[in-house]
Protein backbone atom coordinates (compact mmCIF):
# COMPACT_ATOMS: atom_id res chain seq x y z
CA UNK A 1 0.00 0.00 0.00
CA UNK A 2 1.80 3.66 -1.02
CA UNK A 3 1.29 6.83 1.32
CA UNK A 4 -0.74 8.02 -1.07
CA UNK A 5 -3.44 5.33 -0.43
CA UNK A 6 -3.17 5.62 3.24
CA UNK A 7 -3.79 9.14 2.99
CA UNK A 8 -6.89 8.90 0.69
CA UNK A 9 -8.28 6.41 3.75
CA UNK A 10 -8.10 9.54 6.44
CA UNK A 11 -12.01 10.16 6.35
CA UNK A 12 -12.19 13.88 4.52
CA UNK A 13 -9.48 13.02 2.32
CA UNK A 14 -10.97 13.25 -0.95
CA UNK A 15 -7.77 13.37 -3.35
CA UNK A 16 -4.11 13.45 -2.90
CA UNK A 17 -0.80 14.05 -5.22
CA UNK A 18 2.56 13.99 -5.54
CA UNK A 19 4.62 16.98 -7.31
CA UNK A 20 8.06 17.80 -8.05
CA UNK A 21 9.76 20.84 -6.59
CA UNK A 22 9.64 22.78 -9.95
CA UNK A 23 5.54 22.04 -10.18
CA UNK A 24 5.62 19.09 -11.74
CA UNK A 25 2.75 16.60 -11.35
CA UNK A 26 3.24 12.92 -10.41
CA UNK A 27 0.95 9.77 -9.45
CA UNK A 28 -2.26 11.10 -7.96
CA UNK A 29 -5.52 9.42 -6.59
CA UNK A 30 -8.90 10.93 -6.00
CA UNK A 31 -12.06 10.10 -4.30
CA UNK A 32 -14.11 12.41 -6.30
CA UNK A 33 -14.68 13.57 -9.99
CA UNK A 34 -11.53 15.77 -10.49
CA UNK A 35 -11.24 17.92 -13.96
CA UNK A 36 -8.06 16.45 -16.05
CA UNK A 37 -6.01 19.00 -15.64
CA UNK A 38 -7.15 19.78 -11.45
CA UNK A 39 -3.36 17.85 -10.35
CA UNK A 40 -1.25 19.51 -12.37
CA UNK A 41 -2.32 23.19 -11.52
CA UNK A 42 -2.50 21.71 -7.66
CA UNK A 43 0.96 20.50 -8.12
CA UNK A 44 2.17 24.02 -9.49
CA UNK A 45 0.33 25.69 -7.00
CA UNK A 46 1.90 23.53 -4.09
CA UNK A 47 5.26 24.05 -5.08
CA UNK A 48 4.84 27.92 -6.04
CA UNK A 49 3.93 28.29 -2.22
CA UNK A 50 6.33 25.76 -0.58
CA UNK A 51 8.58 28.16 -2.54
CA UNK A 52 7.73 31.36 -0.88
CA UNK A 53 7.73 29.32 2.52
CA UNK A 54 10.97 28.30 2.06
CA UNK A 55 12.06 31.53 0.91
CA UNK A 56 10.58 33.09 3.87
CA UNK A 57 11.74 30.07 6.56
CA UNK A 58 15.31 31.06 5.54
CA UNK A 59 14.96 34.89 6.16
CA UNK A 60 12.91 33.88 9.71
CA UNK A 61 15.67 31.72 10.86
CA UNK A 62 18.23 33.96 9.84
CA UNK A 63 15.90 37.34 11.32
CA UNK A 64 14.86 35.95 14.29
CA UNK A 65 17.75 33.11 15.16
CA UNK A 66 14.64 30.50 15.15
CA UNK A 67 14.70 27.68 13.55
CA UNK A 68 12.01 27.27 10.73
CA UNK A 69 14.12 24.93 8.00
CA UNK A 70 13.26 22.93 6.69
CA UNK A 71 9.93 23.58 5.77
CA UNK A 72 7.71 20.41 6.23
CA UNK A 73 3.89 20.68 6.16
CA UNK A 74 1.56 23.42 5.15
CA UNK A 75 -2.05 24.20 5.08
CA UNK A 76 -4.58 26.62 3.40
CA UNK A 77 -8.15 26.55 4.41
CA UNK A 78 -10.97 28.62 2.23
CA UNK A 79 -15.06 27.56 2.23
CA UNK A 80 -15.35 23.92 2.29
CA UNK A 81 -11.93 22.93 1.63
CA UNK A 82 -8.30 22.55 3.31
CA UNK A 83 -5.29 21.46 0.87
CA UNK A 84 -2.65 20.30 3.17
CA UNK A 85 1.16 20.05 1.72
CA UNK A 86 4.40 18.33 3.03
CA UNK A 87 6.80 16.08 2.03
CA UNK A 88 6.12 16.82 -1.94
CA UNK A 89 2.76 15.48 -1.12
CA UNK A 90 -0.62 17.85 -1.82
CA UNK A 91 -3.73 16.54 0.06
CA UNK A 92 -7.23 18.02 -0.82
CA UNK A 93 -9.67 17.88 2.26
CA UNK A 94 -13.32 18.76 3.21
CA UNK A 95 -12.59 20.75 5.66
CA UNK A 96 -15.74 19.43 8.30
CA UNK A 97 -15.11 15.94 7.78
CA UNK A 98 -11.20 15.58 8.72
CA UNK A 99 -9.22 14.92 11.92
CA UNK A 100 -6.47 16.98 11.62
CA UNK A 101 -4.52 15.03 14.22
CA UNK A 102 -4.72 11.63 11.92
CA UNK A 103 -3.63 14.04 9.38
CA UNK A 104 -0.25 15.73 11.23
CA UNK A 105 0.10 12.16 12.10
CA UNK A 106 0.40 10.63 8.51
CA UNK A 107 2.90 13.25 7.66
CA UNK A 108 4.70 12.53 11.10
CA UNK A 109 4.24 15.81 12.79
CA UNK A 110 2.27 14.28 16.11
CA UNK A 111 1.83 10.58 17.38
Do not use: H
Request: some cysteine; aromatic content about 14%; proline content about 3%.
Amino acid sequence: MSRLDDLLKIEGVVAVGEFTADGGAGIYKSKIDMPTDMDRETSQFAALVSMLYNTLAGAYSMLYKMDWVPQRFWTYSGGDWTVAVGDNTWVFIETAKVDFNKLYGAFGLCP
